[in-house]
């Protein structure tokens, strides 16, 4: 876990609180990480489902799933994570 946490530090994604042990997400960590998320949901996933059929998901968990997908788009819309720092 070391080697991973130095390896992110070294690449400006996350920044140690000084005097702990915590570690907090970098501005471009975040834009990053919702670079990775989109990439999966654009390209990677309806990739792989046409690979690997997906086990049944009973209809509430499926709204359940779509409504935090909604929730997530509005809060990354609101924080505007894409615009330059």
Not at 22 to 50: C, E, N, S
Not at 64 to 82: C, I, P, V
């Amino acid at each position: 876990m070391t080697y991973d946490l130095r390896r992110l530090r070294r690449r400006g994604l996350i920044a140690r609180v000084e005097g702990t042990h915590r570690y907090l997400v970098t501005p471009l960590g975040l834009r990053l990480a919702y670079l990775y998320t989109k990439l999966y949901q654009r390209l990677l996933k309806p990739g792989w489902a046409i690979l690997l059929p997906a086990p049944p998901v009973s209809p509430p968990i499926r709204k359940a799933m779509n409504t935090l997908d909604e929730h997530f788009e509005q809060l990354l819309a609101g924080e505007r994570l894409m615009e330059a720092a």
